[in-house]
């Protein structure tokens, strides 16, 4: 083999991790390993590693409303790399909405998450959950106030109710819900009122 090919098939490999979508238990291993741990390195990586998990399950929910396409065709819509129409979250939240996978206030908790994870990436000094300007976003977040107390006891986080903890309850919960039960197709009806979904509404 030459060493192009070495090089190519590397990079190859590379983009297929980044394609993956990893299992919940594989995700919720992650945030149990970094809560615990109270320093500004952990909450970067809760902040962008959530973002990325958010992204990968609405990929999931997205893909399973789109017409049956080829593996590669597929991924192509989602790849970075290749100026995929939906390679990025912002695009994917706005799919999300238009396709009816998550209403009004779930988009605002997708696009919390967005701005959150942008602030952690790409500021110059190591962020926390604690400032106030990343307090305020998660603070503003719909979904925990949204969650029961049996599905919070399951999440088996910690009780105390700080910023870090509200993020990392809307990331787990979104991506449960986004890969779960929103990850099959919707079946319904065109009528005269338009198409008419037969399961529930909106994620919201």
Not at 146 to 157: G, P, S
Not at 169 to 191: F, Q
Request: with cysteine; charged share 25%.
């Amino acid at each position: 083999m030459t060493k192009k090919a070495a090089k190519s098939g590397t990079k190859k490999r590379l983009r297929d991790f980044s394609q993956e979508i990893p299992p919940d238990t594989a995700v919720h291993a992650v945030f149990m390993a970094l809560e615990p741990q109270h320093n500004a390195y952990a909450d970067h990586a809760i902040a962008v590693v959530g973002a990325s998990y958010v992204e990968k399950a609405l990929q999931a929910a997205i893909t399973a409303r789109l017409v049956p396409l080829p593996d590669d065709e597929r991924d192509r819509l989602f790849d970075y790399n290749q100026n995929g129409p939906m390679a990025d979250l912002s695009a994917r939240i706005k799919m999300a909405r238009a396709l009816g996978i998550v209403g009004p206030k779930v988009k605002g908790d997708l696009e919390r998450i967005r701005e959150i994870r942008n602030s952690f990436a790409h500021a110059l000094r190591l962020l926390k959950f604690e400032h106030e300007e990343v307090a305020d976003f998660c603070n503003e977040l719909h979904t925990p106030t949204a969650i029961r107390a049996m599905d919070r006891m399951l999440l088996a986080l910690s009780e105390e109710d700080t910023p870090r903890r509200k993020y990392i309850e809307t990331v787990l919960i979104l991506v449960g819900w986004l890969k779960g039960s929103l990850a099959a197709p919707r079946r319904g009806a065109i009528t005269k009122h338009g198409f008419v979904h037969a399961t529930g509404g909106l994620l919201d």
